[in-house]
């Protein structure tokens, strides 16, 4: 069962549009990712955070920004949303050791039509 | 700098075969390693782990030993069946970073 939250599963909707994706996990983990995961299936990180009020960029550029100000959320926000957002996004969290597996939520499908 | 190198798919066998999904690594530490799958519709699930040289991860009939030697953490299953159609991932953590393999597609026919 999920202890890792993601809303919406699916969002369809205009471009231009501001559009926040929603986790939330309730193991009480400091780490927290999102995810880019493109249709060859390849995940791509383009946020974390280590803890409240931390956040860093990823690997992969993202027109996206996130907030960390309660352990157990953290949102990402698209300001105006692009053909080119059109992805699958996972979100993620750990405990603090890297021997420490990583539990995904199952994921927003988004189309920016 | 580390990486992980994962077997290209897909991968299509028949019910009952022998599996082996290949995975390399280099790194400069001493990371864990872990395998993923991912059914469709869903987010990834992990499947087993191992975090020093040797530990072998085991779980639903797959295996994988981390062999430092090698620098290897090979999947493997005896007898798969339809339901083990997935993508699977292969992951490395350190204290500094996490990467994932490009993911290997599995499907299984009966």
């Known amino acids: 069962e999920a202890d890792i939250y993601q809303t919406p599963r699916y969002l369809v909707i205009g471009t231009g549009k501001k559009i926040t994706l929603e986790c939330s996990q309730t193991?009480?983990?400091?780490?927290m990712y999102w995810y880019q995961q493109d249709p060859g299936m390849e995940l791509h990180l383009i946020h974390y955070?280590?803890?409240?009020?931390?956040?860093e960029k990823g690997d992969l550029s993202s027109e996206s920004t996130v907030s960390r100000i309660r352990t157990e959320h953290f949102p990402l926000t698209l300001e105006s949303a692009r053909p080119s957002h059109t992805s699958q996004y996972l979100c993620?969290?750990?405990?603090?050791?890297?021997?420490?597996?990583?539990?995904f939520g199952d994921g927003t499908r988004l189309s920016i039509l | 700098g580390d990486s992980v190198t994962q077997m290209e798919g897909p991968v299509t066998l028949s019910e009952e075969a022998f599996l082996t999904i290949n995975c390399t690594y280099t790194a400069t530490g001493y990371p864990s390693l872990f395998w993923y799958v991912q059914y469709p519709g869903e987010g990834l699930q992990l499947l087993l782990k191992a975090t020093k040289a040797d530990d072998k991860g085991s779980n639903k009939g797959f295996e994988a030993t981390y062999r430092k030697e090698t620098t290897s953490f090979h999947l493997e299953k005896g007898s798969v069946q339809v339901s083990d159609s997935a993508v699977y991932f292969c992951?490395?953590?350190?204290?500094?970073?996490?990467?994932f393999g490009s993911g290997t597609r599995l499907s299984i026919r009966p």
């Open positions: 992951v490395y953590s350190s204290a500094s970073k996490i990467i």
């Open positions: 993620a969290s750990s405990g603090g050791h890297s021997n420490q597996p990583q539990h």
């Open positions: 193991m009480g983990h400091d780490k």
């Open positions: 955070s280590y803890g409240v009020n931390s956040t």
